[in-house]
């Protein structure tokens, strides 16, 4: 696809913004309660931070990806269990320098762009001998995705499978959130079972995403576009209220815990998404760069309207309320989102806005719609890309065929040996296609299934289980993978942007730190709840 830098900065804040602004935002301020709004700034700020080297290590992994994919002509997977192939001798850098020297001070040896010699072109062939039709042809045939990302990275293979599990366990989480949201929504919208309507979200959307795919970024951008406006113009009412109330609120310091779990979610989830949009350009290092400065700033963008809102929602509605009255800490210990608790004192006391309710549900569901699609998509790819690798290492790549069996044995290793009675491997051979088609029906029938028999379970499923997965897959595997690269230069190749060694090592620590830190302490609360509390809450 052909895209001005411009167009790409935009269309990447705004797929950003749709990925991460969903109800996360409307569950903050309830979150926040107990430590109030100064103690949920630092950890927010924090979370802010790590979210940005996150998108930072995650575009230098998607050209090194897209890299390794162009030098593994077979389509094999680089690791075999325990050891790997290091760069041929005509991958080797001129005059004795290293990879990593070479893709620091070497602009034109582009490893992400040039080494297209299955097109009849040389490694140190220059950027700028090659026009943008040749660019996109070459890359048809390399798309980097997540899956493919952690077969070049991570060696070993048992957490490459935690890392799948991680991804695909969050796709499936936080879309089964969208669909319940929706459904809630739109019950209170019109007056319809909650339940009734959720298939007619889910598989409508479901067909489009299938069908459309990555043909749906711009509609998504438009969307999100359309979404920022509700919030903005809420948010100009509440925080017109907000001065008016003048409510004080108070900070507390022993609860800044209860806001670490929430602010990871509230600002990750971006990294699931990116590879499609990545995809969907001729990569350039200007237009690479344009890429990432658009995910920053969707990312900046969504921090400061969860600060907004929160400050908003804390200045009106009171954080604790004698029994019975509208209090956060009521709307918390009833699982309710901060717009329910903000209606009841909008009602009670500036009835004037009480029109703001039905602009809350309709936001509520052109966002969870919008980050409903952008997730599919997400998803879509992901699968796109563990079905083709699956097809190079256990099928017949000259067909583009593979076995039910071995596709089988691929996503659900711990079920095979069951099915090895009902199948033979070389049988029930599918094309790519109906492999593909395969997926996206298991994952979607999961998803559909999941809502209508948990259908109010979101609080559980948006705090423990989601925040959990989250944090390992970005925090724990991004950085892990990023440090891998830098730890075997020679065994990975240069790309065209690079960060700079000290902020890798920078990043790589505190990544680490924050967010290995967030999956112990949501173990430790997990756990502390089921013994103390009987129950994950």
Same mark, same amino acid.
Request: aromatic share 12%; net charge negative; with cysteine.
């Given at each position: 696809?052909?895209?001005?830098?411009?167009?790409?900065?935009?269309?990447?804040?705004?797929?950003?913004?749709? !990925?991460?602004?969903?109800?996360?935002?409307?569950?903050?301020?309830?979150?926040?309660?107990?430590?109030?709004?100064?103690?949920?700034?630092?950890?927010?700020?924090? $979370?802010?931070?790590?979210?940005?080297?996150?998108?930072?290590?995650?575009?230098?992994?998607?050209?090194?990806?897209?890299?390794?994919?162009?030098?593994?002509?077979?389509?094999?997977?680089?690791?075999?269990?325990?050891?790997?192939?290091?760069?041929t001798s005509n991958d !080797?850098?001129?005059?004795?320098?290293?990879?990593?020297?070479?893709?620091?001070?070497?602009?034109?040896?582009?490893?992400?762009?040039?080494?297209v010699r299955r097109r009849? /072109?040389?490694?140190?062939?220059?950027?700028?001998?090659?026009?943008?039709?040749?660019?996109?042809?070459?890359?048809?045939?390399?798309?980097?995705?997540?899956?493919?990302?952690?077969?070049?990275?991570? *060696?070993? %293979?048992?957490?490459?499978?935690?890392?799948?599990?991680? =991804?695909?366990?969050?796709?499936?989480?936080?879309?089964?959130?969208?669909? @319940?949201?929706?459904?809630?929504?739109?019950?209170?919208?019109?007056?319809?079972?909650?339940?009734?309507?959720?298939?007619?979200?889910?598989?409508?959307? $479901?067909?489009?995403?299938?069908?459309?795919?990555?043909? @749906?970024?711009?509609?998504?951008?438009?969307?999100?576009?359309?979404?920022?406006?509700?919030?903005?113009?809420?948010?100009?009412?509440?925080?017109?209220?907000?001065?008016?109330?003048?409510?004080?609120?108070?900070?507390?310091? %022993?609860? =800044?815990?209860?806001? #670490?779990?929430?602010? !990871?979610?509230?600002?990750?989830?971006?990294?699931? =998404?990116? *590879?499609?949009?990545?995809?969907?350009?001729?990569?350039?290092?200007?237009?690479?760069?344009? #890429?990432?400065?658009?995910?920053?700033?969707?990312?900046?963008?969504? #921090?400061?309207?969860?600060?907004?809102?929160?400050?908003?929602?804390?200045?009106?509605?009171?954080?604790?309320?004698?029994?019975?009255?509208?209090?956060?800490?009521?709307?918390?210990?009833?699982?309710?989102?901060?717009?329910?608790?903000?209606?009841?004192?909008?009602?009670?006391?500036?009835?004037?806005?009480? #029109?703001?309710?039905?602009?809350?549900?309709?936001?509520?569901?052109?966002?969870?719609?919008?980050?409903?699609?952008?997730?599919?998509?997400?998803?879509?790819?992901?699968?796109?890309?563990?079905?083709?690798?699956?097809?190079?290492?256990?099928?017949?790549?000259?067909?583009?065929?593979?076995?039910?069996?071995?596709?089988?044995?691929?996503?659900? *290793?711990?079920?095979?040996?069951?099915?090895?009675?009902f199948m033979q491997p070389?049988?029930?051979?599918?094309?790519?296609?109906?492999?593909?088609?395969?997926?996206?029906?298991?994952?979607?029938?999961?998803?559909?299934?999941?809502?209508?028999?948990?259908?109010?379970?979101? /609080?559980?499923?948006?705090?423990?289980?989601?925040?959990?997965?989250?944090?390992?897959?970005?925090?724990?595997?991004?950085? /892990?993978?990023?440090?891998?690269?830098?730890?075997? *230069?020679?065994?990975?190749?240069?790309?065209?942007?690079?960060?700079?060694?000290?902020?890798?090592?920078?990043?790589?620590?505190?990544?680490?730190?924050?967010?290995?830190? $967030?999956?112990?302490?949501?173990?430790?609360?997990?756990? !502390?709840?089921?013994? /103390?509390?009987?129950?994950?809450?």
């Amino acid at each position: 696809m052909s895209c001005s830098d411009g167009t790409i900065f935009i269309r990447s804040m705004l797929i950003t913004t749709a !990925t991460i602004l969903g109800i996360g935002i409307l569950a903050l301020p309830v979150k926040v309660s107990g430590s109030g709004f100064l103690p949920f700034v630092t950890t927010f700020g924090a $979370a802010l931070i790590c979210q940005i080297m996150v998108i930072l290590f995650l575009v230098e992994l998607l050209q090194r990806t897209e890299a390794m994919m162009k030098l593994d002509m077979g389509g094999k997977s680089i690791f075999t269990e325990g050891e790997t192939i290091p760069l041929t001798s005509n991958d !080797t850098p001129a005059n004795g320098a290293s990879a990593e020297d070479v893709g620091l001070n070497s602009p034109t040896r582009l490893t992400s762009i040039g080494d297209v010699r299955r097109r009849g /072109y040389s490694r140190e062939t220059s950027e700028d001998c090659l026009n943008e039709a040749d660019l996109l042809d070459a890359e048809g045939d390399f798309v980097p995705n997540l899956h493919t990302m952690a077969r070049y990275f991570v *060696p070993n %293979a048992f957490f490459r499978n935690i890392f799948d599990f991680c =991804v695909f366990m969050h796709f499936i989480i936080v879309m089964i959130a969208y669909a @319940l949201s929706a459904s809630n929504a739109f019950g209170d919208l019109f007056g319809f079972d909650r339940q009734t309507i959720t298939p007619f979200f889910v598989i409508p959307l $479901a067909v489009i995403i299938i069908v459309f795919g990555e043909k @749906l970024q711009n509609a998504v951008a438009c969307m999100t576009f359309i979404k920022a406006t509700l919030l903005v113009s809420m948010m100009c009412v509440v925080t017109y209220v907000a001065s008016q109330v003048q409510h004080r609120q108070t900070d507390d310091w %022993a609860h =800044v815990s209860e806001t #670490f779990l929430i602010g !990871t979610v509230s600002l990750g989830g971006s990294v699931n =998404v990116l *590879p499609v949009v990545y995809s969907s350009f001729t990569r350039t290092p200007k237009n690479i760069k344009s #890429f990432r400065n658009g995910c920053v700033c969707g990312t900046i963008v969504c #921090f400061g309207l969860n600060l907004i809102w929160t400050a908003s929602v804390l200045m009106i509605v009171p954080q604790t309320a004698p029994q019975g009255e509208v209090s956060l800490q009521f709307a918390k210990h009833r699982h309710e989102i901060s717009t329910i608790p903000l209606m009841h004192f909008l009602i009670a006391n500036y009835p004037n806005y009480a #029109f703001i309710g039905r602009v809350v549900s309709v936001f509520i569901i052109i966002s969870v719609t919008v980050s409903f699609v952008a997730l599919g998509l997400g998803l879509k790819h992901y699968l796109d890309g563990a079905v083709d690798t699956a097809i190079h290492e256990l099928g017949y790549p000259e067909t583009h065929e593979i076995s039910v069996y071995s596709l089988w044995s691929r996503f659900c *290793p711990t079920v095979i040996s069951p099915m090895a009675l009902f199948m033979q491997p070389d049988k029930s051979l599918i094309s790519k296609k109906h492999a593909s088609y395969l997926m996206y029906l298991l994952s979607f029938l999961t998803i559909l299934t999941i809502s209508l028999l948990f259908a109010h379970s979101l /609080y559980v499923i948006l705090d423990v289980f989601n925040s959990a997965l989250l944090n390992i897959e970005t925090g724990v595997f991004v950085a /892990y993978m990023t440090y891998f690269t830098r730890l075997r *230069p020679e065994e990975v190749s240069p790309v065209a942007i690079q960060l700079p060694r000290f902020l890798v090592k920078f990043g790589v620590v505190i990544t680490s730190l924050y967010f290995g830190g $967030a999956v112990a302490f949501d173990l430790f609360e997990t756990l !502390t709840n089921v013994y /103390y509390k009987g129950s994950l809450q």
